[in-house]
Protein backbone atom coordinates (compact mmCIF):
# COMPACT_ATOMS: atom_id res chain seq x y z
CA UNK A 1 0.00 0.00 0.00
CA UNK A 2 3.03 2.55 0.82
CA UNK A 3 4.74 1.77 -2.70
CA UNK A 4 1.84 1.18 -4.85
CA UNK A 5 2.88 -2.06 -5.80
CA UNK A 6 1.06 -5.46 -6.25
CA UNK A 7 2.33 -7.92 -3.69
CA UNK A 8 -0.04 -11.06 -3.67
CA UNK A 9 2.62 -12.93 -1.51
CA UNK A 10 0.89 -13.32 1.84
CA UNK A 11 0.32 -16.78 4.20
CA UNK A 12 -3.00 -17.49 1.94
CA UNK A 13 -1.72 -16.83 -1.27
CA UNK A 14 1.27 -19.22 -0.29
CA UNK A 15 -0.93 -22.16 0.48
CA UNK A 16 -3.09 -21.55 -2.51
CA UNK A 17 -0.11 -21.72 -4.90
CA UNK A 18 1.49 -25.03 -3.01
CA UNK A 19 -1.65 -27.27 -3.77
CA UNK A 20 -2.26 -25.69 -6.98
CA UNK A 21 0.02 -28.76 -8.80
CA UNK A 22 -2.27 -30.92 -6.86
CA UNK A 23 -5.33 -30.24 -8.44
CA UNK A 24 -6.34 -28.08 -5.50
CA UNK A 25 -8.11 -24.58 -6.05
CA UNK A 26 -7.96 -21.96 -3.46
CA UNK A 27 -11.48 -22.67 -2.24
CA UNK A 28 -9.73 -26.10 -1.11
CA UNK A 29 -7.38 -23.40 1.03
CA UNK A 30 -9.06 -23.65 4.71
CA UNK A 31 -8.60 -20.66 7.31
CA UNK A 32 -4.75 -20.08 7.93
CA UNK A 33 -3.41 -21.84 11.64
CA UNK A 34 -0.66 -19.31 13.28
CA UNK A 35 1.08 -21.27 14.95
CA UNK A 36 3.88 -19.63 16.32
CA UNK A 37 2.64 -15.97 15.66
CA UNK A 38 0.02 -14.26 18.24
CA UNK A 39 -2.39 -12.49 16.73
CA UNK A 40 -5.93 -11.54 17.69
CA UNK A 41 -8.42 -8.89 18.77
CA UNK A 42 -8.19 -6.61 21.29
CA UNK A 43 -10.88 -5.84 24.18
CA UNK A 44 -12.22 -2.75 21.50
CA UNK A 45 -12.26 -5.56 18.98
CA UNK A 46 -9.33 -4.03 17.17
CA UNK A 47 -6.58 -6.63 15.22
CA UNK A 48 -3.75 -6.87 17.04
CA UNK A 49 -0.21 -8.57 16.28
CA UNK A 50 2.90 -9.29 19.35
CA UNK A 51 6.35 -10.58 18.76
CA UNK A 52 6.10 -14.44 18.87
CA UNK A 53 7.34 -16.00 21.84
CA UNK A 54 8.55 -19.15 20.07
CA UNK A 55 12.76 -19.50 20.12
CA UNK A 56 14.97 -21.55 17.80
CA UNK A 57 14.67 -25.00 18.91
CA UNK A 58 10.82 -24.88 19.59
CA UNK A 59 8.64 -27.27 17.79
CA UNK A 60 5.10 -28.74 17.59
CA UNK A 61 4.18 -32.63 16.68
CA UNK A 62 1.22 -33.63 14.50
CA UNK A 63 -0.23 -37.12 14.33
CA UNK A 64 -1.87 -37.27 11.10
CA UNK A 65 -5.01 -40.12 11.05
CA UNK A 66 -5.56 -40.47 7.79
CA UNK A 67 -3.33 -39.63 4.57
CA UNK A 68 -2.94 -35.39 4.12
CA UNK A 69 -1.62 -33.07 1.43
CA UNK A 70 -0.28 -30.18 4.12
CA UNK A 71 1.20 -27.00 2.91
CA UNK A 72 3.10 -24.93 4.89
CA UNK A 73 4.08 -21.32 4.96
CA UNK A 74 6.13 -18.82 7.22
CA UNK A 75 4.67 -15.07 7.21
CA UNK A 76 6.61 -13.87 4.00
CA UNK A 77 6.28 -10.51 5.92
CA UNK A 78 8.63 -11.59 9.03
CA UNK A 79 7.63 -10.35 12.63
CA UNK A 80 4.36 -8.67 11.74
CA UNK A 81 4.64 -6.87 15.10
CA UNK A 82 7.42 -5.08 14.26
CA UNK A 83 5.74 -2.53 11.62
CA UNK A 84 8.67 -1.96 10.00
CA UNK A 85 7.83 -0.82 6.00
CA UNK A 86 8.75 1.92 3.90
CA UNK A 87 11.48 4.22 4.04
CA UNK A 88 13.51 4.83 7.75
CA UNK A 89 12.63 1.66 9.37
CA UNK A 90 15.71 0.31 11.34
CA UNK A 91 17.20 -2.74 9.89
CA UNK A 92 17.83 -4.59 13.25
CA UNK A 93 14.53 -3.98 14.23
CA UNK A 94 12.72 -4.58 11.40
CA UNK A 95 10.37 -7.14 10.30
CA UNK A 96 12.55 -8.72 8.52
CA UNK A 97 15.70 -9.50 11.62
CA UNK A 98 13.19 -11.76 13.01
CA UNK A 99 12.64 -14.13 10.41
CA UNK A 100 13.69 -17.94 10.85
CA UNK A 101 14.08 -20.95 8.98
CA UNK A 102 11.17 -23.80 9.21
CA UNK A 103 12.55 -27.31 9.85
CA UNK A 104 9.67 -30.01 8.43
CA UNK A 105 10.33 -33.68 9.64
CA UNK A 106 7.82 -36.94 8.89
CA UNK A 107 7.64 -39.68 10.32
CA UNK A 108 6.43 -43.03 10.19
CA UNK A 109 6.13 -45.17 13.15
CA UNK A 110 7.75 -48.27 12.98
CA UNK A 111 5.73 -51.93 12.10
CA UNK A 112 7.43 -53.51 15.70
CA UNK A 113 5.67 -50.45 17.69
CA UNK A 114 2.72 -49.48 16.37
CA UNK A 115 0.26 -52.25 18.10
CA UNK A 116 1.46 -50.98 21.08
CA UNK A 117 1.74 -47.08 20.12
CA UNK A 118 -1.68 -47.27 18.24
CA UNK A 119 -3.41 -49.04 20.77
CA UNK A 120 -6.95 -48.18 21.30
CA UNK A 121 -6.82 -45.71 18.20
CA UNK A 122 -9.73 -45.93 15.78
CA UNK A 123 -9.55 -44.27 12.36
CA UNK A 124 -11.99 -41.59 12.19
CA UNK A 125 -14.99 -42.16 10.95
CA UNK A 126 -16.89 -40.28 8.23
CA UNK A 127 -19.44 -37.76 9.96
CA UNK A 128 -22.84 -37.97 8.85
CA UNK A 129 -23.57 -35.11 7.65
CA UNK A 130 -26.82 -34.79 5.80
CA UNK A 131 -26.82 -31.33 3.91
CA UNK A 132 -27.78 -28.02 4.32
CA UNK A 133 -25.19 -27.14 6.78
CA UNK A 134 -27.26 -24.93 9.04
CA UNK A 135 -29.97 -24.27 7.06
CA UNK A 136 -32.15 -26.91 8.43
CA UNK A 137 -33.82 -26.33 12.13
CA UNK A 138 -33.79 -29.58 14.38
CA UNK A 139 -37.17 -30.58 14.78
CA UNK A 140 -38.75 -28.58 17.93
CA UNK A 141 -37.03 -25.53 17.38
CA UNK A 142 -39.23 -23.71 14.66
CA UNK A 143 -41.89 -24.33 17.05
CA UNK A 144 -39.73 -22.50 19.84
CA UNK A 145 -39.24 -20.01 17.60
CA UNK A 146 -42.82 -19.32 16.37
CA UNK A 147 -44.26 -19.29 19.62
CA UNK A 148 -41.40 -16.78 20.75
CA UNK A 149 -42.40 -15.06 17.99
CA UNK A 150 -45.95 -14.60 18.58
CA UNK A 151 -45.73 -13.81 22.08
CA UNK A 152 -43.56 -10.93 21.23
CA UNK A 153 -45.28 -9.28 18.23
CA UNK A 154 -48.76 -10.14 19.10
CA UNK A 155 -49.43 -11.79 15.88
CA UNK A 156 -50.63 -15.49 16.03
CA UNK A 157 -49.46 -18.27 13.06
CA UNK A 158 -50.96 -20.94 12.42
CA UNK A 159 -48.93 -23.78 13.28
CA UNK A 160 -50.82 -26.86 12.29
CA UNK A 161 -48.51 -27.53 9.25
CA UNK A 162 -45.59 -28.03 11.56
CA UNK A 163 -44.39 -31.55 11.23
CA UNK A 164 -43.49 -32.20 14.82
CA UNK A 165 -46.34 -29.77 16.19
Given amino acids: MLTGDDYDF ?9 VLPFGLAESDVHDVLNIFQVTG ?3 QGKY ?5 PAKP ?8 EQDLLMALSTCPGGDLSRWGWGEG ?15 IEIFEIEEEAKVEVLK ?3 EPKKPEY ?20 NAASGYEVDQSSFKDN
Avoid at 48 to 52: G, I, L, Q
Avoid at 138 to 146: D, F, K, R, T, Y
Wanted: contains cysteine; aromatic residues 12%.
Fill in 10 to 18: HCHSNLVRS
Fill in 41 to 43: LNS
Fill in 48 to 52: FMETS
Fill in 57 to 64: GDYIEFFA
Fill in 89 to 103: SAEENSMWACCREIK
Fill in 120 to 122: GWE
Fill in 130 to 149: KGMHGMKIPGGEIVVSVNMW
